[in-house]
């Protein structure tokens, strides 16, 4: 039998109770125990109740990102709508993969932080056409699959070391935080200072409220308080949008004229204009490999500290203490990296919002499911949710940032030479606005400094082929 279609580990003894039921009452097996054999459900401790209210909690938790991530394509001339079809379908395909394949309770949506590298450092940095970046994604997520069909990750993970991808985490995180205020008008540009904060206005001061609110939300920690501090912020912004004609936040003609009864403005079919748009052939280019290659090491390090840290928090791991179903998972993860290219978006990847419905005693697949099918209603709504103005969003990007920050603990600062390469990382994926160029002087400097002390045999030869696609990545800007 395919080891892809038997049970996850620890699955066995519901098989058996099942089978010892249907002997002794002749019955058919129910729609309940259906899904109990196939998710292994109640050997994991869980029941269905459990799992869908798990699925629901982890949608609530990641909603924003139906939003958020079509905020930032749209910036690369992208169409909001096309954006949005493209994110609710990576989010419904890869979600259910993982709940039917690999049969773990996570989330599989658009990454913050690889959409931030497409938008603002492919895009807007380099001036790559985005039909091009999406060609970017499909090759990586070619190589993505490689790696995880060849189960490489152990080879992988021991060349770059565990600081510099705690600090890499951590500087995306940051420059998230960034574009968030940014987006929010908050920070501006000033010729004498570069940046400076702005003056309050009523937009800004609409942002810090819906900020407070949100803040407040998640320190109390609400299911859904980033979804529920976009919706908040948006209502608030309405009127200042119209009173002092701003322009952030307004009703289009057609939805402004439409009356309580008649709500077909907010209706609309979904726009797959966007579908089988990437270049492929231009994504070659050899100036362009090595954002390739960072779109590859983002996605495959997000995969694996996501489903490292959900193990621990939900103890699901397999007898040799690993990460259950990881290579299932990773599988899953480079199918999804693969179809967002096609799709229309940036690279998907594992949500660590998972960990959320994993508090919630979400512990199979079904959760993974039920979270996949609660975004198939989006499709329909890009008008409505293209009102969403970008102080809207923007405290949900800075809060985004906090939550990437819990890494910067594990750094070893005691250490100079691990420390100051993190610390480049931190410092220049934020304020170079490139997190490719942030990645490059970090892993430049990781090998300079181990090279000229003494300590060359730290470097894994993976990682001088990294550092070389530094050096080329960095003479090509």
């Known amino acids: 039998m395919d080891s892809s279609l038997s049970p996850p580990a620890g699955s066995a003894a519901p098989e058996a109770a099942h089978d010892s039921t249907r002997v002794a009452g002749a019955q058919p097996a129910s729609a309940p125990s259906l899904l109990d054999?196939?998710?292994?459900?109640?050997?994991?401790?869980?029941?269905?109740?459990?799992?869908?209210?798990?699925?629901?909690?982890?949608?609530?938790?990641?909603?924003?990102?139906i939003v958020v991530n079509p905020a930032i394509l749209s910036k690369t001339g992208m169409a909001f709508p096309a954006a949005l079809t493209a994110t609710v379908l990576i989010s419904f395909f890869g979600s259910c993969a993982m709940g039917l394949y690999a049969r773990n309770p996570v989330l599989v949506a658009p990454g913050m932080g690889l959409n931030a590298l497409f938008a603002f450092t492919?895009?807007?940095?380099?001036?790559?056409?985005?039909?091009?970046?999406?060609?970017?994604?499909?090759?990586?997520?070619?190589?993505?699959?490689?790696?995880?069909?060849?189960?490489?990750?152990?080879?992988?993970?021991?060349?770059?070391?565990?600081?510099?991808?705690?600090?890499?985490?951590?500087?995306?995180?940051?420059?998230?935080?960034?574009?968030?205020?940014?987006?929010?008008?908050?920070?501006?540009s000033?010729?004498?200072?570069?940046?400076?904060?702005?003056?309050?206005?009523?937009?800004?001061v609409t942002f810090l409220v819906g900020l407070a609110l949100t803040?407040?939300?998640?320190a109390r920690r609400v299911n859904g308080a980033?979804?529920?501090?976009?919706?908040?912020?948006?209502?608030?912004?309405?009127?200042?949008?119209?009173?002092?004609?701003?322009?952030?936040?307004?009703?289009p003609k057609e939805i402004a004229t439409a009356t309580l009864v008649n709500f077909q403005g907010f209706f609309a079919a979904p726009d797959f204009s966007g579908i089988g748009q990437l270049d492929l052939l231009g994504a070659l280019k050899v100036g362009?490999?090595?954002f390739i290659f960072v779109m590859l090491f983002t996605a495959f390090f997000d995969t694996l500290s996501t489903f490292m840290s959900i193990a621990e928090a939900g103890n699901m791991k397999d007898r040799d203490g690993n990460p259950r179903s990881m290579r299932q998972a990773m599988i899953v993860d480079s199918f999804s990296v693969l179809i967002s290219g096609p799709l229309g978006t940036s690279p998907a990847n594992a949500y660590i919002e998972s960990a959320a419905g994993i508090a919630?005693?979400?512990?199979?697949g079904l959760t993974?499911?039920?979270?996949?099918?609660?975004?198939?209603?989006?499709?329909?709504?890009?008008?409505?949710?293209?009102?969403?103005?970008?102080?809207?969003?923007?405290?949900a990007l800075i809060l985004v940032g906090v939550f990437m920050m819990e890494s910067v603990a594990r750094i070893e600062w005691h250490r100079m030479d691990e420390a100051i390469p993190s610390f480049i990382a931190l410092v220049m994926i934020p304020i170079s606005y490139s997190i490719t160029d942030g990645i490059a002087y970090s892993f430049l400097a990781f090998v300079v400094l181990k090279l000229f002390t003494g300590r060359a045999k730290e470097i894994k030869p993976a990682m001088w082929v990294v550092a070389a696609l530094a050096v080329l990545l960095l003479t090509q800007m």
């Open 190 to 204: 000033d010729p004498v200072t570069v940046v400076s904060l702005a003056h309050l206005s009523p937009p800004t």
């Open 215 to 218: 803040t407040v939300l998640v």
């Open 360 to 364: 919630q005693g979400g512990r199979t």
């Open 122 to 188: 492919m895009v807007h940095g380099v001036g790559m056409p985005w039909q091009t970046a999406l060609g970017c994604v499909f090759w990586s997520g070619i190589l993505f699959a490689v790696l995880a069909a060849l189960n490489v990750r152990r080879f992988v993970v021991e060349a770059i070391p565990a600081n510099l991808r705690y600090a890499i985490s951590c500087g995306i995180g940051l420059f998230i935080t960034v574009i968030g205020l940014v987006n929010a008008r908050l920070v501006v």
């Open 226 to 251: 980033l979804m529920i501090g976009i919706v908040a912020t948006t209502l608030l912004a309405i009127p200042i949008g119209r009173l002092w004609g701003d322009g952030s936040a307004y009703f």
């Open 368 to 395: 993974a499911l039920v979270c996949a099918l609660l975004f198939l209603p989006f499709l329909f709504l890009s008008p409505m949710l293209s009102l969403v103005p970008a102080i809207a969003t923007a405290p």
């Open 288 to 290: 362009y490999l090595p």
């Open 37 to 65: 054999r196939y998710f292994g459900i109640t050997a994991l401790g869980s029941t269905v109740r459990t799992e869908v209210i798990a699925g629901i909690t982890t949608f609530l938790a990641a909603m924003y990102i």
